[in-house]
């Protein structure tokens, strides 16, 4: 089942379901069903150069919080080992180092063997409990990290009904967003998938037609592959 798993790709409209069910308690995460949603956003929010890039649709700040979720999902429910990066610098900081005011970290999780794959984030971006448990990990010249080290009793929620309220509808009106989104940029994908599929089918010159083929791929990683003509 885990072999299934890494290696199938997650696309974007199903990335909004895994994300709404992790959510709501409803699934427990998978490690490579998790990584693999981070790796979709990651893709879909890329920079395109092509006029009718499906992905032009969607909201980056809608979809990035998602993708700040799975990354804390990740981080606090696997064990890896996590380097921290300061801005403007390319090489890690020393354990021990003093921490800083901004940057970034990058988490490699124990049970994907690939040094390649790695998974990063932005300081402000984390949760502060979770930079609190990092920076002290850090200043005790310790990188690894395990599920055990966040595990922490549930706040008591002390904001008003109100308040409450208010952060449901938010919630609420950011799933809408983002299924919205995914429904229509998959449905212009597939519409250009098949285009491209018919280019390349009649395509006589074996370069173009690679090319034509590498679209129809990256299309797939992000919104899968569309349903067979019948």
């Not at 990058?106 to 402000?124: G, M, Q, S, V």
């Not at 990290?145 to 706040?155: C, D, G, I, K, N």
Request: proline share 5%; with cysteine; glycine share 4%.
């Amino acid at each position: 089942m885990a072999k299934n798993e890494r290696r199938k790709s997650m696309p974007v409209d199903e990335v909004y379901i895994y994300f709404r069910r992790l959510e709501l308690k409803l699934e427990r995460p998978s490690l490579f069903k998790v990584c693999n949603a981070i790796k979709t956003i990651d893709l879909a929010l890329e920079t395109d150069s092509e006029s009718n890039n499906p992905a032009k649709h969607l909201s980056s700040e809608a979809w990035s919080r998602i993708r700040d979720q799975m990354f804390h999902i990740l981080l606090t429910n696997f064990s890896g080992y996590f380097l921290v990066y300061e801005n403007g610098n390319f090489n890690a900081l020393e354990s021990g180092a003093k921490w800083p005011e901004s940057g970034h970290i990058e988490f490699y999780p124990e049970k994907i063997l690939r040094r390649f794959e790695t998974y990063d984030a932005k300081i402000e971006n984390l949760q502060p409990a979770v930079v609190t448990c990092l920076r002290w990990c850090f200043g005790q010249d310790r990188q690894n990290v395990s599920p055990a080290l966040f595990t922490a009793p549930e706040p008591e929620d002390d904001g008003t009904p109100g308040e409450q309220s208010e952060a449901m509808k938010f919630l609420d009106r950011l799933y809408e967003i983002c299924e919205e989104e995914a429904s229509q940029g998959k449905k212009i994908a597939h519409r250009r998938w098949w285009q491209l599929y018919w280019e390349a089918n009649g395509c006589a010159d074996r370069r173009q037609r690679n090319e034509l083929q590498k679209k129809m791929l990256s299309l797939q990683a992000v919104w899968g592959r569309p349903a067979q003509l019948v």
